[in-house]
């Protein structure tokens, strides 16, 4: 059961596009279409931006999208705003039927 | 509107035990698989424990196996999260999460409990 690996952090500037990736194996991001994203705002609880790789749940923003290659999936956020400022933390379901989280991507707004 | 409002957390020394609370509403708490994640102070998320909608399917995370139990009460709409022989690395605070369609993400979230273990 080890973490998910995702970069320490990210930036951009607001307007601008950005990616971060999640690198699982074969048992994990690469084995199903079960990966999900989540935004974490200092002192809050998660809340759910992508889920089952690129579905978005109700109420989040089209700017919002995710993707997966092999065994790496991808969250892409286009048209950065302030309030995008967060982390973000990919998870996926395992063979295991565990689920495994990513260690966390903090992103900077410029 | 779906609700969940975690309690029971606090200070606990080293061996102790604790048993967490999750009191859900605004969705039809039996149809649905139930999660605990932990988040150590300045850490990342950890997924701890799921549940089947009927309780007879309970998984772990390795680090807490033996040492944690889940479990719910369909009547009461309510998660628990007993844990036992507690240790400084279980400090946390711990979320108690619905766990959504297929099964392979959370929904919803609660505003999570703080679990500290200290001498």
């Known amino acids: 059961q080890s973490a998910l690996t995702q970069p320490a952090s990210v930036s951009g500037s607001p307007g601008q596009s950005i990616t971060i990736s999640c690198t699982g194996t074969?048992?994990?991001?690469?084995?199903?279409?079960?990966v999900s994203w989540y935004q974490q705002h200092p002192g809050k609880a998660p809340k759910l931006m992508i889920y089952?790789?690129?579905n978005r749940p109700s109420g989040v923003p089209d700017r919002f999208s995710g993707s997966k290659s092999g065994n790496t999936a991808s969250l892409t956020i286009s048209g950065l705003q302030a309030e995008d400022e967060a982390d973000y933390y990919c998870?996926?379901?395992?063979?295991?039927?565990?689920?495994?989280f990513g260690g966390g991507t903090k992103l900077t707004v410029l | 509107e779906v609700q969940l409002v975690e309690s029971g957390g606090g200070l606990v020394q080293p061996g102790g035990s604790l048993r967490l609370s999750c009191a859900a509403s605004?969705?039809?708490?039996?149809?649905?698989?139930m999660s605990w994640v932990r988040q150590a102070p300045g850490k990342g998320l950890e997924w701890v424990a799921n549940?089947?909608?009927?309780?007879?399917?309970?998984y772990y995370v390795d680090s807490v196996k033996g040492r944690f139990t889940i479990s719910r009460d369909n009547a009461k709409n309510s998660l628990y999260l007993q844990m036992n022989s507690l240790r400084a690395e279980d400090t946390a605070v711990y979320y108690c999460?619905?766990?959504?369609?297929?099964?392979?993400?959370?929904?919803?979230w609660g505003q999570g409990t703080l679990v500290t273990v200290s001498s």
């Open positions: 605004g969705f039809t708490f039996s149809s649905y698989w």
């Open positions: 074969s048992s994990d991001v690469g084995g199903y279409n079960y």
């Open positions: 549940i089947k909608q009927d309780g007879s399917e309970k």
């Open positions: 998870s996926s379901y395992t063979s295991s039927s565990t689920v495994v």
């Open positions: 089952e790789v690129s």
């Open positions: 999460a619905r766990v959504g369609g297929s099964g392979s993400y959370f929904d919803y």
